[in-house]
């Protein structure tokens, strides 16, 4: 965030304030984002989250995986507890030693933006493409049918309905 923007910010009325809290609220609940973070994340991982309490990074391990929160056990604290997707950190915790930093000491960085998502006319008859079913397996089709919303691919000798935002196109190499 830019110094002078938040430098600014304790001058602004309480109305500007909450204005802007909304805004953030929207863009946290985006489900591509969540997708982003949920899609690097599995059950026994260690991550880092930013700790509400004081702002700080900690190191946690991932017990679980909900709705739109992480459930998290802190060596710190006895029982797990919950954590929005978006105070997770997903690097391992072993690069903040080599750069000689501790995890709560670390800069917090400007997170990238979601992708973009694809749409019908992305897509044509005769694409090879992948997408990750709801068992979370990879899968490569041949996209068959083409419909307003979803296509139709042949995965090994199976249809699949597919929306478009779930498809990526697969490139041979």
Known sequence: MRIKLIEELPMATSAELYQ???????????PRRLVQVRAQ??????????????G????????????????????????????HYAAI?????????????????????RPSPPPEVPGRADF?????VTFTDKNLQHRVGLIVRVNQRIATLDCDGQQWRVGFEL??????V
Not at 20 to 30: F, G, R, Y
Not at 93 to 109: C, I
């Open 20 to 30: 802007l809290s909304w805004v953030i609220e929207q863009l946290l609940a985006d």
């Open 41 to 54: 994340l599995h059950t026994g991982q260690q991550i880092r989250y930013l700790s509400w309490s004081d």
């Open 89 to 109: 950190r997903t690097e391992p915790a072993d690069t903040s030693t080599e750069r000689g930093a501790a995890p709560a000491e670390m800069e917090l960085t």
């Open 167 to 172: 498809l990526r196109h697969l490139v041979d």
């Open 56 to 83: 700080k990074l900690r190191p946690a391990r991932v017990v679980g995986m909900h709705g739109d929160h992480v459930a998290v056990q802190d060596p710190a604290y006895s029982k797990a507890f919950k954590v």
């Open 124 to 128: 044509r008859v005769g694409n090879r």
